[in-house]
């Protein structure tokens, strides 16, 4: 038997977290307390979004995956017109 603290069990979506190129510097800084609620509430949406695309390429297939992309175009231009302008 070790004296060592045993560690705690990881769960499933941070070991996912984790794995991921952006997702390990996020989780990071979670833990830090660094990560700022702008940052948090920016990537709880991305996360979402992603989520969303995913249940509807699950549920429609194909459809579901390319129009969701084929609606985000103008939406896209437009916001990089507004950078652009100023």
């Excluded at 977290?17 to 830090?32: H, K, S």
């Excluded at 920016?42 to 992603?50: Q, T």
Aim: proline letters at 8%; glycine letters at 10%.
């Amino acid at each position: 038997m070790s004296t060592s603290t045993p560690h705690p069990p990881v769960s499933f979506l941070r070991r996912v977290a984790m794995a991921l190129p952006f997702g390990a510097g996020i989780v990071r800084q979670i833990d830090a307390g660094t990560l700022d609620r702008g940052a948090a509430k920016a990537w709880g949406l991305v996360a979402a979004g992603v989520a969303i695309w995913a249940c509807s390429t699950a549920l429609f297939g194909v459809p579901g995956f390319y129009i969701p992309a084929l609606i985000m175009v103008p939406v896209i231009w437009a916001i990089l017109l507004i950078i652009t302008l100023g």
